[in-house]
């Protein structure tokens, strides 16, 4: 082999393992992230604030809100593409109305039709309601195909708080009341520190496994 191939393929190995280490990093970020997010949440699930208490903390998300008030007349929405023990649904998010806008309150999950047309059918609950959940940051769509939404459906793919105060034409509180409506408790993450920890190991595992075969390859070069 060529004195220039041979630093060509040293280069790509070097290459490759940079890329690698960089990853395995990440994850290690990513799961003491998740990690801190999830002692918070051990810590604030129990405490449980009013509506006051909530607008005076800047990152109210993991708190426990107790609230009473009336539902906005016809103004449930269905989150799309939600899963739930692998099935299909929606997540009813309806608007609660309180002196300092709508608060966005999820009551829980819905299956979906299989004629995408049709649209769960839902009693609104009369007169006041008292409502006891958790504080949850509002679900954006990991990826959006763009367009603004058609405002005459129901259906939505997403819960920022500028798209609710335009389908609802009122304030909407920067944050979601989760109830818990399913017998299981809502957790913050869907993936576990633990799951990014194993995919650190495997990107080191990786970059070890690169210069392996390259310390092999090279080896048998000379030999020949």
Request: aromatic share 10%.
């Amino acid at each position: 082999m060529s004195i220039g191939k041979s630093w060509g393929l040293l280069a790509l190995t070097l290459l490759m393992t940079m890329l690698m280490v960089t990853m395995g990093i990440w994850q290690l970020s990513r799961a003491d992230d998740k990690r801190q997010l999830l002692q918070e949440w051990q810590q604030r699930r129990d405490i449980a604030l009013d509506l006051d208490e909530t607008l005076a903390i800047d990152n109210p998300f993991g708190y426990r809100l107790e609230v009473s008030g009336l539902y906005l007349a016809g103004g449930d929405l269905f989150l799309d593409n939600q899963m739930h023990e692998g099935r299909a649904g929606y997540r009813l998010i309806r608007p609660l109305q309180s002196p300092y806008g709508l608060l966005a309150v999820d009551a829980g999950w819905w299956p979906a039709d299989p004629d995408r047309r049709r649209l769960p059918v839902v009693a609104v609950p009369e007169g006041p309601v008292q409502l006891n959940g958790v504080l949850v940051r509002p679900y954006r769509p990991p990826l959006s195909l763009g367009g603004a939404p058609d405002p005459q459906t129901r259906r939505i793919s997403g819960l920022d708080p500028d798209l609710l105060r335009a389908r609802w034409g009122q304030r909407t509180l920067p944050f979601v009341l989760r109830l818990e409506t399913e017998g299981t408790e809502w957790q913050p993450v869907v993936m576990g520190p633990e799951r990014h920890l194993g995919y650190a190991v495997q990107w080191f595992a990786m970059a070890l496994a690169v210069w392996v075969a390259a310390l092999v390859f090279y080896r048998r070069r000379h030999e020949t």
